[in-house]
């Protein structure tokens, strides 16, 4: 595999703070905070389950967002080592003040310059990676877990769930890049991870086949997306086989043949919009099966797998998702599954509640804005801006998306489109825009987030709209 030359360099970096970690494993506390998304919950447990097995004293738990105040509460619980994935690049002087140098900070978000040289730093970018599309939380993390240990090669499968969770599959038809690629190299020599040229629907494992169709936002299908009974009676008209034996057939179970005419089925409806022949080029990519898990499940297919946890941390059940990283296919399993249905129930009603409510939508230019105040629970604004970016109406612009955060604050998302043509890095604009009203703010060029406050919010979105406009 082709790695940068600074690949040796992470990894001795690794090595070297590995050493340090185990070395003095008997007579260390160590709490290892991650994010409640899909990467962080992912990463939170390599780093866990990497250091449990070097006889480490090692807890870990997740918050939702890190600022001043969380870390003083963690702070105050006096661990001899706290270790940070998928979280605090915007705040590492406030994690130096309160923690001198008894944190580590492992990530993928852009981070300041001068913040990248600290030696409890380890960010993607500093080693030669772009953070937003060829390395992850989990992948950076799946590096330190190898470099305690070769044979942790079998949390290979979380590094590659973590990357498709962020929507990292950047490459050529959907395709991992970089280290995240060279994580999947791993869990595929392992005979962990089979990657496949197939069809990319949402729940193709798990859902009957009209379902599945209906279910699939990225690319969004005009007419199809959202319409299970209108799929459902394409598909009867066309003739496919939708069961076998009375049940529900899926995506998966369909033969070479059945999939080329599902294609052409789908094909005749969409044709005839606009991005059409885009829409359904786009169904077609690297899917990647994780083998040791059973046909038919959630966690069957990666994508799937990191859809099942960025619902049980939106959903307030990010231990039932660590449970899951770490093996658990009992419980936690069965908790989750029920949560997952939660979940798309509750990103349902706040796209309905965004789509009935016109004069929530703004378009200023090349931004749409989409307060959600009031509407969109904070806890789900993310995935909310995600969709809205795959849709007709928005796909070819900046959305940034607003919730409200406790009485006095706004929390901001904002996500380019996935046809938007204009280059702009996000990261640094939420920064900026952010900071230029007492907020905070930062993530990736083209994905990132903010937090103000609530009586800055226009003063915030003309900033913003003036620096994409620009």
């Known amino acids: 595999m082709a790695l940068p030359a600074d690949f040796e360099g992470l990894t001795a970096k690794y090595q070297t703070l590995g050493l340090e970690i185990v070395k003095s494993a008997a007579a260390r506390r160590v709490l290892v905070v991650t994010h409640i998304d899909a990467d962080g919950l992912c990463s939170g447990s390599v780093v866990f389950a990497s250091l449990m097995r070097k006889g480490v004293n090692v807890a870990v738990r997740t918050v939702p967002e890190l600022d001043a105040g969380t870390i003083a509460s963690l702070a105050s619980q006096r661990y001899d080592l706290y270790i940070f994935t998928d979280l605090a690049s915007s705040l590492i002087s ?27 730093v380890v960010n993607a970018w500093a080693y030669g990676y772009d953070g937003g599309a060829e390395a992850c939380s989990s992948s950076m993390a799946y590096f330190f877990a190898l470099a305690l240990d070769p044979r942790n090669t079998d949390l290979s499968p979380l590094a590659v769930i973590g990357a498709l969770a962020d929507r990292q599959d950047r490459g050529h038809e959907r395709s991992l890049i970089g280290l995240n690629k060279a994580a999947a190299d791993d869990a595929g020599a392992a005979g962990l991870l089979t990657v496949s040229k197939d069809l990319l629907f949402t729940g193709r494992e798990t859902r009957p086949i009209h379902e599945s169709v209906a279910l699939t936002s990225t690319p969004y299908l005009r007419g199809l997306t959202g319409s299970k009974d209108s799929v459902l009676a394409l598909l009867h008209q066309s003739g496919l086989p939708l069961k076998e034996g009375g049940s529900w057939r899926t995506i998966s179970s369909l033969t070479p043949e059945e999939k080329m005419k599902l294609t052409e089925v789908l094909a005749s409806v969409v044709g005839a919009s606009a991005g059409a022949s885009d829409a359904i080029s786009a169904l077609v990519g690297d899917v990647f099966t994780l083998e040791p898990e059973d046909s038919f499940t959630p966690l069957r297919d990666a994508r799937e797998f990191g859809t099942l946890l960025n619902s049980c941390g939106r959903m307030g059940a990010s231990g039932t998702g660590i449970a899951i990283c770490l093996g658990d296919r009992g419980a936690a399993l069965k908790d989750a599954l029920k949560t997952l249905g939660e979940y798309r129930l509750a990103l349902n009603k706040a796209l309905d509640a965004l789509a009935n409510s016109g004069d929530r939508i703004e378009r ?22 995600s969709i809205l970016t795959s849709s007709p109406g928005f796909k070819d612009s900046v959305v940034v998306g607003s919730a409200a955060s406790g009485e006095s604050e706004i929390k901001i998302s904002a996500r380019e489109g996935d046809a938007f043509a204009g280059e702009v890095n996000l990261g640094l604009l939420m920064r900026e825009a952010a900071e230029s009203v007492g907020g905070t703010g930062g993530g990736h060029s083209m994905a990132a987030g903010a937090k103000i406050p609530a009586s800055a919010a226009d003063r915030f979105y003309a900033a913003v709209a003036g620096r994409v406009g620009a």
């Open 94 to 120: 406030e994690l130096e003040s309160a923690l001198g140098g008894r944190y580590l900070v492992i990530d993928h978000h852009q981070v300041a310059e001068d913040d990248m040289k600290r030696p409890s």
């Open 364 to 385: 200023h230019g090349k931004v749409v804005f989409a307060r959600g105040e009031g509407i969109v629970e904070e806890r789900l604004l993310g995935p909310v801006i």
